[in-house]
């Protein structure tokens, strides 16, 4: 195991919690688009870093878990993190390609299950990977 992935998947879960935060942050503000608004702009970067972030996060853990014990356990949790992973960017994927994002559209993203899953995922692996 090379200590640059257990980093890069760090890296990675720092972005997505990030963005969730400001997520929540612009929810708040009720606007009814992000065009013109400063935190539109804020909001578009917010959701290119969170998309970054998700694309490759599954190999980046089993890059970082190779070497891991219990492996079994490891194993079936990268595939637990691919499955939620790929339902919340495909949430997050399609919402940064509207043209106009309201907060209460964000609200309804931030209030989507898969993620809410992804999230719990980052945190336990977060966890499990300073151990």
């Known amino acids: 195991m090379t200590t640059l992935a257990p980093d890069e998947v760090r890296a990675r ?12 942050a612009y929810a708040a503000q ?13 909001l578009r970067d917010f959701l290119k870093r969170v998309i970054i ?17 219990p492996k079994d356990a490891w194993h079936d ?11 919340a960017l495909a949430a997050v994927r399609l919402v940064a390609a ?5 907060s209460q559209l964000v ?7 898969h993620l809410r899953a992804l999230l719990t995922d980052l945190f336990l692996i977060d966890d499990l990977l300073d151990r």
């Open 13 to 24: 879960i720092d972005a997505i919690e990030e963005g969730y935060e400001f997520f929540l």
């Open 98 to 102: 509207r043209p106009g994002i309201s």
């Open 53 to 69: 972030a998700l694309d490759g996060l599954p190999a980046q853990l089993e890059a970082a878990t190779a070497d891991m014990e």
């Open 77 to 87: 949790m990268v595939g637990v993190l691919r499955a939620d992973a790929g339902a």
């Open 30 to 42: 009720g606007l009814t688009t992000d065009q013109g608004a400063k935190a539109g702009g804020q």
């Open 107 to 113: 609200d309804n993203l931030n209030a989507n299950i």
